[in-house]
């Protein structure tokens, strides 16, 4: 702890205490926007997102659930097809490319990067990270194996 302290306090004496007070202010500001967006896109679009807790799907023991509800095995074999023939699909690639390109966008055109601004790079991240969990869910579902 002592040496990042020393760290901290090295880093400090390369700056004034005038450019350490703009410093702060600076991240201070770019955390109340981050604040004031988050707040925005929470309300804009998880509102108008339709939640339904019974289609949440759980895969784990050799069991896949819907909700609290376990599904037969003849429903879990349903759903694996459906899973497969929408992975296979032509609107999936669509679906995951798009979203890839615009988190891209996101982080390295119209935000991020080129303008320093964190939000947009965060809103990137997050869709790649969105893509990522779709992909897991669909092969969780896919590789699910009925406990015998």
Not at 6 to 20: F, N
Not at 105 to 133: P, R
């Amino acid at each position: 702890m002592q040496n990042i302290k020393r760290k901290i306090l090295d880093w400090l004496d390369l700056y004034s205490a005038d450019e350490v007070e703009k410093i702060v202010e600076f991240w201070t500001l770019q955390h109340k926007q981050a604040s004031v967006e988050i707040d925005r896109l929470r309300k804009e679009y998880l509102s108008s997102i339709a939640y339904d807790p019974k289609k949440v799907i759980k895969v784990g023991g050799g069991k896949l659930k819907l909700g609290e509800y376990e599904l037969t095995d003849q429903e879990a074999k349903h759903l694996q097809e459906e899973a497969g023939f929408l992975k296979q699909s032509e609107l999936w690639k669509i679906f995951t490319n798009t979203l890839t390109e615009l988190a891209r966008q996101n982080m390295f055109e119209v935000g991020g990067v080129k303008t320093k601004d964190l939000c947009d790079f965060h809103v990137g991240k997050a869709t790649i990270f969105d893509i990522k969990a779709m992909r897991e869910i669909l092969e969780n579902i896919i590789n699910y194996q009925p406990k015998k």
